[in-house]
């Protein structure tokens, strides 16, 4: 008997890697499956996954939709409703290699859309919105049908397999992005499934984690007032949405997510007090205002969207993270070995604080190649 | 003994290094392979690259020196030996270590001698150069940490939440900057006696990473303990 994420609940380790080049440079995929194969101890062969930013430039004005099938049926039935809601540019299986150590792959289609300008107007929303709602509804009513991936100029690329092996099935080699994340799944809440792997995304947001959040039906009951809706029964899930509502819909700065998701204890404010009040009256202002979304009990996790990456720890700093630099490019994961593994002479090799964020954005150079 | 242990997997790589004959094995390109030399005896083990997590853990005798950086949970419960690392530690350095030494040039993550234990004769040590992240000897209840903050002279080495539950042992921080600290630990400025008890831990780390020892101890150090006039019976109930 086989059960999918969300039907059944088995009460994590995992590793994290990822990189930006802060000029823009274009990187090989190559290299993100190399840094993530130093850490194969830490997964445990039920899901691997990578998240590329700036890999469709030819496509970058549209979105980019990643969607697994179950079969032939759930595609043709998505596919008439992707073509009722959105100009499709261009549509195509996403290319593989087939190897021994990924089986029962899904089919798996990749879309370059635009929301049809008709439906768009009569929706009243905005772009983004409309097409978060669309893979909401693809989501949660198309039965076999998932929709992985849908932001513009990034793509998520996840299976059911060690990450090494997931990067070989992609063919990650054979594309170029300035940012990539990638995940080494170890489940132990749920059972390994496709869509269950890391990354998780929304638009360009895309979240990989290693950790188990306590606070996760909690945060769930809050982020779904607005819509959202929690359908696997995993904690990384319902991060990536705490971020799309808080930094897009609520226009909180990234800074300022970071102090509602790992907002820092009472003790500390009432430190930050005597040095600092306004800031203490803002950190007390977002725990209290928000404090449904404070993310409790161990995680490392690294942020991908358009222009930058973002690492955060917990608090307590109950998963390990290190950064490093070399150049232009900042490296971030789990284990030092993961970033030596890729850049052998790498600078600055420092782990930050619990619930200190870590952002690292494109500079000018690298906004007008890539943005 | 040389071992090029680049691809090779944690578990190969430690088969070959019980497997050596002589006492000296020497590690290149060690790159992230897990539990180097744990529950090992009677070798000098020396290591180029960056050993993976739980390096040394479970020691009983060995003598491991790292030429840069370690990862997580050095020196976890280890028994007996000195393990030397000339960077920095990841979080959780010598966990619930009830004997031998660990030495750091550099600084130590988060948790660093959390849970340290001693018993008769086996008091473990632990010298951190740098600084240390939060929670650095909670529920310490045994045995030395000594924190010199090498380069952090102008603030306080350790993080927040230093000592929270130690019921045993000592620490001594070389600084002008007295941490935070719970009700039960007691902060006394260390005196000509403390300076003399922690002389030749000092001159070790001092040997080992080419400082002047003296110059080192010649500086201000707070000793932590346990506060015993404090105790911790009615920190959960009133019983």
Redo the contacts between chains.
């Keep these: 008997m086989s059960f999918k994420e969300g039907e059944v609940r088995i009460p994590a380790g995992c590793a994290i890697s990822g990189f930006i080049n802060r000029s823009g440079k274009r990187v090989s995929g190559a290299d993100i499956v190399k840094s993530i194969s ?2 194969h ?1 830490r997964s445990n062969g039920l899901g691997g996954g990578f998240a590329g930013y700036g890999i469709y430039p030819e496509y970058k004005e549209h979105y980019a939709f990643h969607v697994f099938y179950d079969n032939t049926e759930a595609r043709v039935k998505t596919e008439e409703f992707l073509d009722r809601h959105f100009d499709i540019i261009n549509l195509s299986r996403i290319p593989i290699r087939h190897i021994p150590e990924i089986k029962d792959e899904p089919l798996i289609w990749r879309y370059f859309l635009d929301p049809r300008p008709t439906k768009l107007t009569s929706s009243q929303l905005d772009e983004k919105e409309f097409t978060v709602k669309c893979v909401i509804r693809i989501n949660t009513e198309f039965d076999g049908a998932y929709v992985f991936s849908c932001g513009k100029n990034m793509g998520v690329f996840k299976a059911v397999g060690y990450p090494e092996d997931v990067g070989r099935f992609y063919r990650l080699d054979e594309y170029e992005g300035y940012a990539w994340t990638a995940h080494g799944r170890y489940p132990t809440n749920t059972p390994g499934w496709w869509g269950g792997a890391h990354p998780f995304a929304l638009l360009d947001y895309s979240i990989v984690h290693n950790g188990e959040i306590s606070s996760y039906d909690a945060n769930r009951r809050f982020i779904e007032m607005f819509g959202y809706k929690c359908t696997l029964l995993t904690d990384t899930e319902v991060i990536t949405y705490i971020f799309d509502w808080l930094n897009r819909k609520q226009s909180l700065s990234l800074e300022d997510v970071a102090s509602v998701i790992a907002a820092p204890f009472w003790s ?1 404010i009432d ?1 930050i007090e005597k040095t600092d009040p306004k800031r203490a009256a803002k950190l007390r202002y977002l725990r209290q205002a928000m404090s449904g979304l404070l993310i409790t009990g161990p995680f490392s996790i690294i942020l991908g969207y358009t222009g930058g990456l973002m690492a955060l720890n917990d608090r ?2 109950l998963r ?1 993270m ?1 950064v490093a630099e070399k150049g232009d490019t900042t490296y971030i994961a789990s ?4 970033i ?2 890729i850049c052998p002479d790498c600078e600055n ?1 420092w ?1 930050p ?2 619930g200190e964020p870590v952002i690292i954005t494109l500079n000018e150079e690298g906004k007008r190649r890539c943005l | 003994m040389k071992i090029n242990a680049e691809n090779m997997s944690f578990r190969e790589l430690n088969e070959k290094i019980r497997a050596s004959r002589g006492r000296r094995v020497e590690i290149e390109n060690m790159l992230g392979q897990r539990y180097t030399g744990s529950g090992c005896t009677g070798k000098d083990i020396h290591i180029s690259g960056i050993p993976g997590n739980a390096l040394g853990a479970y020691l009983t005798g060995c003598d491991i020196t790292v030429y840069g950086n370690a990862q997580d949970a050095v020196g976890d419960a280890m028994n007996d030996g000195t393990i030397t690392i000339h960077g920095n530690v990841g979080d959780a350095a010598g966990y619930g270590m009830r004997d031998g030494k660990i030495l750091v040039k550099g600084s130590a993550g988060y948790r660093a001698g959390i849970h340290m234990k001693e018993y008769m004769e086996k008091k473990p040590l632990m010298v951190i150069g740098g600084k240390t992240g939060d929670f650095l000897a909670e529920y310490q209840a045994g045995g030395r940490i000594i924190v010199l903050g090498i380069g952090y002279e102008k603030q306080c080495p350790v993080g927040d939440f230093c000592c929270t539950g130690m019921h045993g042992g000592v620490m001594y921080i070389r600084t002008e900057h007295a941490p935070e600290l719970p009700a039960q630990v007691l902060c006394e400025d260390a005196d000509k006696a403390d300076i003399k008890a922690i002389k030749a831990d000092v001159e070790l780390f001092a040997k080992k990473f080419g400082y002047d020892a003296e110059e080192l101890l010649n500086a201000h150090f707070y000793k932590l303990t346990p506060n015993t006039s404090n105790p911790y019976r009615r920190l959960y109930v009133n019983n």
Excluded: H, I, P
Aim: proline share 0%; aromatic share 6%.
């Design positions: 130093y850490m101890d500390k430190s307590l700093k390990s290190v284990e030092e070995c993961a030596r593994a090799v782990s604080k619990g």
